[in-house]
């Protein structure tokens, strides 16, 4: 398995940008598939973004394509999220996680279908 530590974090303005990354470490991270989830108080985690093992397959949820890009650096064992045109609603905690599996079938799986998490990141976006 990797462990996961996520950075990058903080207050922001709607209308602003973040990039969140997430270092990893362990063994073969290049064959892990990515995600980054978030939840927000009183609601449950839901899936972002995903990136395939060499980056070059993503998926997002609707609400945030077009606004976040997710990508990855096998060699520094880093991914990230960069988040632009932030909403009120963006605000949660952002989760990073791995998995074991294909991205495809990883990310329609949600939150099991990866199998280590990293402890979160706190983004919180004002109006």
């Known amino acids: 398995q990797v462990q996961l530590v996520e950075s990058g974090g903080g207050l922001v303005q709607a209308g602003g940008s973040l990039r969140l990354s997430c270092a990893a470490s362990?063994?073969?991270?290049?064959?892990?598939?990515m995600g980054w989830f978030r939840q927000a108080p009183g609601k449950e985690r839901e899936f972002v973004a995903a990136v395939s093992w060499g980056g070059g397959t993503t998926y997002y949820a609707d609400s945030v394509q077009g606004r976040f890009t997710i990508s990855r650096d096998n060699a520094k064992s880093t991914v990230y999220l960069q988040m632009n045109s932030l909403r009120p609603g963006d605000t949660a905690v952002y989760y990073c996680?791995?998995?074991?599996?294909?991205?495809?079938?990883?990310?329609?799986?949600?939150?099991?279908?990866?199998?280590?998490w990293g402890q979160g990141t706190q983004v919180t976006v004002s109006s």
């Open positions: 996680a791995a998995a074991r599996r294909s991205t495809q079938t990883a990310q329609s799986m949600g939150v099991r279908g990866f199998d280590s």
């Open positions: 362990g063994r073969d991270f290049s064959t892990y598939a």
